[in-house]
């Protein structure tokens, strides 16, 4: 496109150039009103591109004070005012009611979105309704201008600039410095007029003026009472998916009481510093919002130092500094280093009163004050089940209700009256814990969690870093101020965002549950059915009680390298040591088909350990003399393995007679087995039968390999992950770890190599699966990629989205193993536990989740039916008080709650018609579905309203999705309170005696 304009630049250019003269036709214009030909004016703003006289001008503007005028004055269009023109505008009537006694004119510099002006008002001194005159003040809010002081006001700003700037700093995070000074330039630019400064009031009149619009939104406005009768945090914006007892609860407590676990998180973010200045402005939301009330805070501190409560001591393996440098954290010159945050741990919305100052780093009494700020009106609301997620978790609940007991700012709290407490460690932070927390603490295995991730709160830091550098230098309680308007804007914003990330979170969450189902019932099948309910019941008994032992840790091995080299010596032995080939006699008629097959299958694995042999780098005297007696031996057992084939296959002496058995490494050599004869060749050469008894020796040669190559990578996981232990090794032990892993590289790939070749032998002998009827779904095609361990890589995609290779997925046969390999093959299947447990795991998460994101859109739903009843109850409130307010402040009182409950109304709509089509689309029939049928809506849904309870102020947009790596358990409990269809319903297990 920009090549497109630029064959155009000049025409643009020039018709630019054209604006500034004095007439853009070729012949003067008249005034476009009266026709005078002395029009040498024209307005900026007006549509119209002519000029006027003077007179129209003046007259036009009546409505239009604040437009930017010019006039000609004989070579360019200059700048001019009506204030420079002598005009007067009178205040407190409109224009066709005259001011029957108006006051002398004074100047005002109003500041607009169109820059700043100058003007000359007139107040009214007439009665108001009977009574005094109307201050100055109230006739310029009348006028929608807010002045900038209460008495005899000089300065103004239009309620407009306010509003823009207002949307602008929450999306933006603009600062009101720069702000202003593009202000100041949009008309005077060039510096040519006297500069004008009102940098302060501006700042005070928009402090104000936000605080304002909290009151108004928060419904502090409508309250009896005055502002001093206002609940802390009661005009912060709540999110609407969480539980609130009274107000959204949409499931029954006692069949379906998981659902309503209070999900927190809790994290401290060290940008938001404020430095020491060395005065404190007056507070207007002191702990009506998001920070908790100073002054409290204050207290709690200081009856901490006195009891004693000093430092923390690190007793865990975590790599964070949050505990170790509590008291040390950048604290010189500030007065403030941080703040600690608890957000809704799902949502990523800010708590109400759920931010405290940090004054030395992340100190517990500090965090703990956050905490329990927000909890306690949810405990006392009817709150019993939270979780919580905190980056150092596994240090701070150690003591927590030993330190609440010393605290006096809270009522007594004994978390085990709590139905169910629990702490985790957020995701993404959990890999820089030991290995304890990772087991102890992790949110894949805590079961009733769902893909809750814990790390939303982070999302929630990022929208407010823009703000770090102007708050740093603001006044504490302006700081306070600003940051609770900006949380407000941003849990707002998460709130319209809640229709498409509930809506895209529940498509994600049903497919991938589905998907790991499945795996999960793969790999419960590929174990003895008594494993598999020895395994389910641990991981039970671990969910009642997590003193338990964890079936998600591990099986330590504790090898040494020595201990593998004496292991692998062993299995090193050639084929025919192992497993020595029968003699048989070629004139006897003591061969059996078995034994001919099973001679054939050892053979290929001594030929293709010496392709293996011959395929080496290697050159030594010892390697070719080894490779030399491989290769005798391999001839002498070839020989051996003719002279019965002979016997057993007579049609097949002539080819034999002609087969080049010296060269069996080459690709053209062949055993003649009916694998790599053509079916007419079986026919006529092989004895009835024996295509399907080589097949059955494939098929077990399949399995055997599978099982084997498992085994390796199984042993070479478990070396790798000793040798991680052990970083900083001596040269020698490092080479001699090389050639192991070199070792196990090769086996592995060879036993891939055996597989591979019994699979083709089985697609040659059955291609239409009539020996077998789905041999191929088990037996899949083997990729380099399939060839991997159990578990998951860091390389690999999420813990919650990991699915492991087919290889570990294929179902045991169920002839019991030889007995020479029973004991490995029971090592393998305990030191497979934790792997089946995570596979487990990860399916019952995505089933919570889908669980809880269908409670949640309940909950939303309900929420905004209870928003929407309380505003219509707060209408009528102040006039019922003792005190009522006047007629006109009644109405716009009953007109606002009506705005407000309106929006709440059409959010309803807006969700419920986008989620209903979702819900059938799955299958999925809750049962508060049905109070929201499909009705047309006279309202836009797709944007219902874009500012918390007002007319648009719309935070920094942070989407809320739970796209995290979890994992879970198995059941057979179909809930409830959901219908799901016959051909495609869920299971869930949900045990009911869980506590933790």
Request: charged residues 25%; proline residues 6%; neutral net charge.
């Amino acid at each position: 496109r920009l090549e497109e304009w630029l064959q155009y630049r000049e025409e643009f250019s020039d018709e630019f150039i054209k604006h500034e003269a004095l007439h853009l036709g070729d012949e003067p214009s008249p005034c476009q009103t009266c026709g005078d030909s002395n029009a040498l004016f024209r307005c900026l703003n007006c549509f119209s591109c002519g000029s006027s006289c003077q007179s129209c001008l003046v007259s036009q503007h009546a409505h239009g004070i604040l437009h930017r005028l010019q006039k000609w004055n004989g070579s360019f269009f200059d700048d001019t005012s009506l204030f420079e023109l002598g005009v007067s505008h009178q205040l407190g009537h409109d224009i066709n009611d005259p001011c029957s006694l108006p006051s002398a004119p004074v100047t005002l510099t109003l500041f607009d979105l169109s820059g700043v002006h100058t003007i000359r008002v007139k107040f009214c001194l007439c009665e108001d309704n009977g009574e005094e005159p109307a201050a100055r003040r109230c006739q310029l809010l009348r006028a929608r201008w807010f002045p900038a002081t209460c008495i005899r006001p000089s300065t103004a700003f239009t309620f407009r600039l306010l509003d823009f700037l207002h949307k602008l700093q929450t999306q933006s995070k603009i600062n009101l410095y720069d702000f202003y000074t593009s202000l100041v330039f949009v008309n005077n630019s060039a510096g040519q007029k006297p500069a004008v400064y009102r940098y302060n009031e501006f700042s005070l009149v928009l402090r104000i003026w936000v605080h304002l619009r909290q009151l108004r939104r928060g419904g502090g406005v409508h309250v009896s009472g005055g502002f001093q009768a206002l609940a802390p945090g009661s005009l912060s914006v709540e999110c609407p998916a969480c539980p609130h007892p009274g107000k959204n609860l949409v499931s029954p407590q006692v069949d379906r009481y998981w659902l309503n676990t209070l999900y927190v998180s809790m994290d401290a973010n060290f940008k938001l510093k404020q430095k020491e200045r060395g005065f404190s402005d007056p507070p207007l939301s002191n702990g009506l919002a998001y920070m908790v009330p100073n002054q409290k805070l204050q207290e709690h501190l200081s009856h901490c130092s006195k009891s004693g409560q000093t430092g923390e001591i690190n007793t865990c393996g975590s790599s964070f500094n949050a505990v170790s440098q509590a008291y040390t954290k950048y604290a010189k010159g500030y007065a403030v280093t941080g703040v600690g945050g608890v957000d809704c741990a799902r949502h990523g919305f800010k708590r109400p009163n759920g931010v405290v100052d940090l004054q030395r780093g992340e100190r517990y009494c500090n965090m703990d004050f956050a905490l329990m700020s927000t909890l306690v009106p949810s405990l006392n609301a009817g709150i019993t089940r939270i979780l919580i997620s905190y980056d150092i978790a596994c240090q701070w609940h150690k003591n927590f209700q030993a330190r609440l007991k010393t605290y006096n700012a809270f009522p007594p709290l004994q978390l085990s009256a709590l139905t169910y407490w629990k702490v985790v460690v957020p995701k993404f932070h959990l890999p820089g814990h030991g290995q304890e927390c990772q087991l102890s603490y992790n949110l894949a295995y805590t079961k009733w969690a769902g893909r809750t991730d814990g790390e939303r709160i982070e999302a929630g830091w990022a929208q407010v870093a823009p703000m770090a550098t102007w708050t740093r230098e603001s006044g504490p309680n302006a700081r306070r101020g600003i940051l609770d308007d900006h949380w407000n804007a941003g849990n707002w914003s998460k709130t319209l965002k809640l229709r498409v990330a509930l809506n895209r979170n529940l498509q994600r969450s049903v497919a991938w549950s589905t998907s790991q189902r499945e795996v999960a019932t793969l790999i419960s099948g590929s174990y003895p059915a008594e494993i598999v309910a020895k395994w389910r019941e641990m991981r039970a008994n671990f969910d009642r009680d997590p003193s338990r032992p964890n079936p998600y840790k591990e099986v330590e091995r504790h090898l040494t390298i020595a201990e593998l080299q004496k292991e692998l010596l062993k299995e090193a032995k050639p084929a025919s040591d192992a497993h020595p080939l029968p003699v048989a006699d070629a004139r006897s008629s003591n061969v059996s088909p078995g034994t001919l097959f099973q001679k054939a299958i050892e053979v290929e694995d001594r030929i293709r350990v010496l392709s293996a042999k011959l395929a080496s780098k290697v050159s030594t005297v010892r390697h070719q003399v080894d490779t030399l007696e491989l290769r005798n031996s391999i001839s002498r057992n070839l020989a051996e393995f003719r002279r019965s084939q002979r016997l057993f296959m007579p049609a097949l002496g002539p080819i034999l007679d002609e087969a080049c058995d010296d060269k069996p490494t080459e690709d053209s050599f062949k055993l003649f087995l009916p694998s790599e004869l053509s079916v007419d060749d079986r026919v006529a050469w092989c004895p009835p039968g024996t295509p399907a008894l080589e097949f059955r020796f494939r098929y077990a040669q399949a399995d055997d390999s599978l099982a084997e190559m498992r085994r390796l990578l199984r042993l070479k996981r478990n070396l790798r992950d000793e040798n991680s232990k052990h970083l900083h090794m001596a040269q020698r032990s490092i080479t001699r770890t090389k050639g192991l892993f070199e070792s196990f590289h090769t086996r592995i790939h060879r036993f891939a190599d055996r597989y591979s070749h019994a699979r083709s032998a089985m697609l040659a002998l059955d291609p239409d699966q009539q020996y077998s009827p789905g041999w191929m779904e088990r037996y899949q095609k083997l990729d380099g990629k399939d060839i991997c361990g159990p578990g998951r890589e860091e390389s690999d995609t999420s813990e919650g989205k990991f699915t492991p290779s087919w290889i570990w997925l294929v179902p045991r046969l169920s002839h019991p193993p030889p007995a020479s390999t029973a004991a490995s093959d029971l090592e393998l299947t305990d030191s497979m536990r934790a792997h089946w447990a995570k596979c487990q795991a990860r399916a019952e998460r995505y089933e919570e989740e889908v669980l809880l994101t269908v409670e949640e859109m309940g909950r939303t739903l309900s929420y905004f039916e209870w928003k929407r009843s309380w505003w219509l109850s707060l209408q009528s409130e102040r006039e019922m008080s003792d005190s009522p307010p006047p007629a006109s402040v009644q109405r716009g009182l009953r007109a606002y709650a009506h705005r407000q409950a309106n929006i709440y109304d059409t959010l309803i709509h807006s969700f419920a018609d986008k989620w209903r089509e979702t819900l059938k689309a799955h299958n999925l029939y809750p049962a508060w579905m049905s109070r929201y049928p499909a009705t047309a809506h006279p309202h836009d849904h797709s944007q219902p309203g874009t500012e918390p309870n007002d007319d648009g102020d719309n935070g920094n947009n942070n989407d809320n999705n739970n796209d995290d790596d979890d994992d879970d358990d198995d059941g057979n409990n179909s809930d409830g309170d959901y219908v799901f269809d016959d051909a495609d319903a869920f299971e869930f297990d949900l045990d009911d005696d869980f506590m933790a």
